[in-house]
């Protein structure tokens, strides 16, 4: 069955701008979440999505969001881009919350922010 | 939440058995420990997670103490293609956030 897919995979955008980024889950997967790996901080929880819902989220400010569509489809937006804000986005799903057997990775989007 | 302490780094011959330790000495009773590993640039990869009891699957074995304030995870075999950052997380039980630390670099070297 396909993975988790993660669209685009490179990005760059300009300081200032906002990007929005898509995660489509594993079949059957109900839960959605986001994390920020940079070489500086490593891997950052953002947030988690279960039914259209954010259920948990980690420590970014507001220009971080996120939601969840009907079909667990997920996409994150970033807004007033900061040159620190260059990472590797990486989408995780899982089939719930509390899952025993935690997540699959997507591939990620790399951003660069210039 | 539990915080684990990982070794940054270490090397492997191959073919030997790779023992990655971890400790998690605040883990609470509920929590299970969780071990990915992440090979350059990709997602991290699910190897294997267990609560109290020793675990095994195709890839690795994991092994709790019996207080579960520390545990270690084995690759039988190591290879070339084992070499990746390895990352030992314990879960909070209130949802599937996962806080990965700084985990071990793994080198298996020929």
């Known amino acids: 069955k396909a993975g988790v897919t993660q669209t685009p995979r490179y990005l760059i955008k300009t300081r200032g701008q906002q990007v929005t980024l898509s995660c489509s889950p594993i079949?059957?997967?109900?839960?959605v979440s986001w994390y920020q790996q940079t070489p500086g901080q490593g891997l950052q929880f953002l947030f988690e999505?279960?039914?259209?819902?954010?259920?948990n989220k980690g420590n970014f400010p507001g220009r971080f969001s996120g939601r969840q569509f009907s079909n667990s489809r997920s996409e994150m937006n970033v807004s007033t881009l900061e040159l620190g804000d260059s990472a590797l986005y990486l989408c995780?799903?899982?089939?719930?919350?509390?899952?025993?057997?935690?997540?699959?990775f997507g591939s990620g989007t790399r951003l660069t922010v210039v | 939440d539990a915080k684990t302490t990982q070794p940054p780094s270490m090397d492997c011959a191959e073919g030997r058995a790779a023992n990655l330790p971890c400790n998690h000495s605040?883990?609470?009773?509920?929590?299970?420990v969780y071990w990915y590993r992440q090979i350059h640039s990709q997602g991290p990869q699910y190897i294997i997670h267990g609560l109290k009891n020793n675990e095994t699957n195709e890839m690795a074995s994991l092994i709790i103490t019996e207080d579960r304030k520390s545990s270690t995870l084995i690759l039988p075999h190591a290879t070339l293609r084992d070499t990746a950052v390895y990352y030992c997380i314990v879960r909070p039980d209130t949802g599937n956030q996962f806080y990965f630390g700084t985990g071990t670099s793994l080198t298996v070297i020929p």
């Open positions: 999505y279960f039914s259209e819902t954010q259920r």
């Open positions: 995780a799903s899982s089939s719930s919350l509390l899952s025993t057997y935690g997540y699959t």
């Open positions: 079949s059957g997967h109900r839960s």
């Open positions: 605040t883990i609470s009773g509920n929590e299970y």
